[in-house]
């Protein structure tokens, strides 16, 4: 049964019970097959293999019995079972469904491919309490319970490790290549799920439920489109509390898959953008590539630092050390400044021609002196100001890493988290000693591009952040609070006269500029109550792309010039549009915004503002509730931040004042029924200032 979950506004759908669908005592497997090269005859033979203890049913109208099993020969006699997986075509699969949910089955996998989603769904729809994985899914995994109940490449090995990821894709191959490495590399996976085209359970369903499993320390997903986005924010949320990383692959990164959101800011935000900030900021990291999603898999684990790390790293190759430096640098990761005791130990270790700072180039001393590594790494290690440790070796990694016994002592005194950067072809790796490694803190990167990425893994330095936050306070959800309504709905046509716009700029704690409305009334006497110079153009929320249509007139520095260009934008667009001559607002140009996304529904968007939006596209988003730190947080990663923060002398902008606003803007919105509030500019004045409101735009 799907409950619901209410959030002030917000209504978010809290997903299935899902424990039989992973803990079946009965499976049937409808469309078994005597050939086990065949996908019906696939799924029969993992479950044996697998050493699946429960009931395993046969379906199959030609055979009685099927790979050593007593078969049925239809799903009418059947009867109830724990668990259906639907080995059989489109038609077929319509076919049995509603027979088997009529006998009290309720728990569904079905390969089948085609546009049978509407059917599936229509079917469904009387049985609340149905879980159908699929169509279109290759299956699912829940290896403690030795359910391996799919057919793909990935399950054919003598043993499947248990270990603490989980994996929900919509790919069921792109799930089967994660998997397969991790069980290559003996992480091991606790639960693999298939959700394919999704006509029921989705991710989001998917992620709740490995949360509730102790033993699930790391959840990755492959997303090719949300459903119930708002869920899986509320389940990615309660991960972070957790100390669980959820790790996240989108799709659509190309123009051809882009979707924008429907929304004036859409139209310079790509629904990518949207999804990875939004993800982003309830504390999932998000990764391009699917070997980054292996390895983040892999890497991901409990704790790690508090900060965003700052690094020590040495090295035997000079090369080495400049790619290990030019890599920090372009994942803005400070190489630390060593402490005077870690220089004079470097200095009295290290030939008098070597550079004992950071990173400190150990030279081919060590062919010589095999202890020189170990202690300089030892000196580096316990450096206060370090807080993660880059080693590099030559193409004698391995060699130099021996039994591990250097290194992993090394780890233990420090605490600190350590990455060994090695030059050794694939072949030699050693998957038993990076597991040993890995246990202790220690991960082995290949490739020096690479080690700031990871480190940035291992530190799970935004998690890491949230759950600090989180542990100060004792609210339900500390980091994301709830948002209350506080007023009656506002509909569009209440924030069109400049008066309303002026009462919205009041509520959100913003200023607006002295203003005079020209609006076929006497009003040029009114101009010599102005300090020049100003802007006239429309009313903002009559008129859209004023800018590009030359409607708006800046810099005027009298009434004549004033009254000139009220002539010129009235014979453009008519009598009936009232025109504003404001007084000019100076300092930096903010959009904030207030929208209901199509995906992730109630997101809040800041980033740079003014004409210039969608050139820049300089624009990060936030799901609706969130709080002070967040917004803080998230308007750093704009490129607008470093105006905010004070450009060439000029003074810092007052940031409290716009981050206000972007907290009460929330709960404006929610409460006005409007599907968009866009404040573009929000021009914020130096500290102490505070911001305008020069435009609003409502829909």
């Not at 079917?123 to 159908?132: R, V």
């Not at 246990?439 to 759950?467: D, F, M, N, Y």
């Not at 929208?595 to 050139?615: M, Q, R």
Request: with cysteine; aromatic share 4%.
């Amino acid at each position: 049964m799907m409950h619901e979950m209410t959030r002030g506004a917000v209504t978010i759908p809290a997903g299935k019970d899902l424990g039989r669908l992973f803990r079946p005592e009965t499976v049937a497997v409808v469309g078994a097959s005597t050939d086990p090269g065949r996908i019906g005859g696939r799924v029969l033979r993992n479950l044996t293999k697998h050493g699946y203890a429960g009931e395993i049913i046969p379906v199959n109208p030609r055979s009685r019995t099927v790979q050593g099993r007593r078969a049925v020969r239809s799903v009418d006699s059947l009867g109830r079972v724990d668990l259906a997986v639907i080995a059989v075509n489109s038609q077929l699969t319509l076919d049995v469904l509603p027979v088997m949910l009529s006998t009290g089955t309720r728990n569904f996998v079905a390969f089948a491919s085609g546009d049978i989603n509407d059917e599936i769904s229509r079917i469904l729809q009387s049985y609340d309490d149905a879980c159908f994985v699929g169509p279109n899914s290759n299956g699912i995994w829940s290896v403690e319970h030795r359910l391996i109940a799919s057919f793909g490449g990935e399950a054919e090995r003598d043993h499947i490790e248990d270990g603490p990821v989980a994996i929900v894709s919509h790919s069921g191959s792109l799930g089967g290549a994660v998997a397969r490495r991790l069980e290559d590399e003996q992480i091991g996976i606790r639960y693999l799920v298939s959700s394919g085209n999704e006509a029921d359970l989705s991710v989001s369903d998917f992620v709740g439920y490995f949360l509730r499993d102790p033993a699930v320390r790391v959840i990755g997903a492959y997303v090719e489109g949300v459903k119930h986005g708002e869920m899986l924010l509320d389940a990615i949320a309660t991960a972070t509390r957790r100390g669980i990383q959820v790790v996240v692959q989108l799709s659509g990164r190309s123009a051809v898959a882009r979707r924008t959101t429907v929304s004036h800011t859409g139209k310079a935000l790509s629904s990518q953008a949207v999804s990875r900030a939004v993800l982003v900021n309830r504390g999932a990291l998000v990764v391009e590539t699917t070997a980054d999603l292996i390895d983040a898999c892999r890497y991901s684990s409990p704790g790690g630092t508090p900060q965003i790390p700052t690094l020590g790293a040495l090295g035997i190759s000079g090369g080495m050390l400049a790619s290990i430096a030019d890599a920090c640098d372009e994942a803005d990761l400070a190489l630390a400044e060593f402490s005077t005791d870690t220089l004079a130990g470097l200095q009295a270790l290290l030939p008098g021609y070597a550079r004992p700072g950071n990173p400190a180039d150990v030279t081919g001393a060590v062919l010589e002196r095999a202890d020189l590594l170990a202690k300089c790494a030892s000196l580096v290690a316990a450096d206060p100001f370090v807080d993660a440790v880059i080693v590099g070796l030559d193409n004698k990694g391995y060699e130099r890493i021996g039994d591990g016994g250097w290194i992993l002592a090394i780890a233990r005194a420090s605490r600190k988290p350590i990455a060994l950067v090695l030059w050794d072809s694939p072949e030699r790796r050693d998957v038993e000693m990076e597991r040993k490694l890995l246990s202790a803190g220690i991960v082995v990167v290949s490739e020096p591009s690479s080690v700031a990425k990871v480190l940035r893994w291992v530190c799970r330095t935004h998690h890491a952040q949230l759950v600090a936050a989180a542990a100060k306070s004792k609210s339900r959800h500390p980091s994301f609070p709830t948002v209350l309504r506080t007023a009656e709905p506002t509909s569009p046509s209440e924030l069109k006269s400049w008066e309303k716009q002026a009462e919205l700029a009041d509520s959100l704690g913003l200023r607006t500029p002295r203003t005079v409305v020209a609006d076929g009334q006497t009003w040029g006497s009114l101009l010599s109550d102005l300090t020049y110079p100003v802007v006239v153009k429309p009313l903002p929320a009559l008129v859209q792309h004023k800018s590009d249509r030359g409607l708006v007139h800046l810099w005027l520095r009298d009434s004549a010039a004033a009254e000139r260009a009220v002539d010129e934008v009235c014979r453009t667009i008519g009598p009936e549009i009232p025109i504003l001559i404001q007084e000019m607002a100076e300092g930096v140009e903010v959009l904030l915004s207030a929208s209901h996304d199509v995906d992730w529904g109630p997101i809040l968007t800041l980033g740079f503002g003014g004409a210039l939006v969608e050139a820049l596209k300089d624009l990060t988003s936030l799901p609706i509730p969130t709080d002070r730190e967040s917004i803080l947080r998230a308007l750093r990663t704009t490129r607008v931040w470093v105006l905010l923060s004070g450009y060439r002398g000029r003074p810092r902008a007052d940031v409290d004042a716009l981050v206000d606003a972007a907290v009460k803007l929330q709960d404006v919105f929610l409460a006005s029924g409007l599907r968009e509030i866009e404040l573009n500019p929000v021009i914020v004045g130096s500290g102490g200032e505070g911001a305008w409101i020069v435009d609003v735009l409502t829909s």
